[in-house]
Antibody, heavy 117, light 107 residues
Framework: QVQLQESGPGLVKPSETLSLTCTVSGGSISTYYWNWIRQPAGEGLQWIGRINGGGSTNYNPSLKSPVTISVDTSKKQLFLNLSSVTAADTAIYYC???????????WGQGTMVTVSS | DIQMTQSPSSLSASVGDRVTITCRASQSISTYLNWYQQKPGKAPNLLIFAASSLQIGVPSRFRGSGSGTDFTLTISSLQPEDFVTYYCQQSYTTPRTFGQGTKVEIK
């Protein structure tokens, strides 16, 4: 059974880089697209971007902070870097698998990141 | 970007009621429409994919329909665990976009 686990610092200072890792267990990372989604407290879901096992990426152009998503297939990990963060980047960050159905069929539990000095 | 508009943003209902949530896309997305349920403090959970296909393990009281720009999620008989928040999402193109959510509350 495929499981996803996000990890990373819970607190990031303004103007610094937010870096998160999503570790995939129980299945292949190569076959699918893997997404990052975030959710500010009490608000809706915002898609950040995605990457496949070959490193092909798509990003949400509406994000104000520059985004980079990368993957290490040997470690079965994907990475999110969000640079020059502001308080508006405070949110729960989720990784999720784009299933064969093109829906987000498996999600991590999420990790809370606060941007504050 | 494709805008997804859900309505209502919240609704009040009782156990056993039939409820319908609508989702409208700003352009045609064929049947590339998914529905998620989110319980407080938890990650979203896929209920319906491709507009009308029930995800494995999801109770049959959940039903999705629609194509093009207009979609609905119907819960035929609300159970106590269904009083949570629901989101639609288009997977027609990137950036993927979500509706703003519909919170189902107990009347």
């Amino acid at each position: 059974q495929v499981q996803l686990q996000e990890s990373g610092p819970g607190l990031v200072k303004p103007s610094e880089t937010l870096s998160l890792t999503c570790t995939v267990s129980g299945g292949s990372i190569s076959t699918y697209y893997w997404n990052w989604i975030r959710q500010p407290a009490g608000e809706g879901l915002q898609w950040i971007g995605r990457i496949n096992g070959g490193g092909s990426t798509n990003y949400n152009p509406s994000l104000k902070s520059p985004v980079t998503i990368s993957v290490d297939t040997s470690k079965k990990q994907l990475f999110l870097n969000l640079s020059s963060v502001t308080a508006a980047d405070t949110a729960i960050y989720y990784c999720a698998r784009d299933g064969l159905s093109r829906a987000l069929d498996i999600w991590g539990q999420g990790t809370m990141v606060t941007v504050s000095s | 970007d494709i805008q997804m508009t859900q309505s209502p943003s919240s609704l009040s209902a009782s156990v056993g009621d039939r409820v319908t949530i609508t989702c409208r896309a700003s352009q045609s997305i064929s049947t590339y429409l998914n529905w998620y349920q989110q319980k407080p403090g938890k990650a979203p959970n896929l209920l319906i994919f491709a507009a009308s296909s029930l995800q494995i393990g999801v109770p049959s009281r959940f039903r999705g329909s629609g194509s093009g720009t207009d979609f609905t999620l119907t819960i035929s008989s609300l159970q106590p665990e269904d009083f949570v928040t629901y989101y639609c999402q288009q997977s027609y193109t990137t950036p993927r976009t979500f509706g703003q959510g519909t919170k189902v509350e107990i009347k």
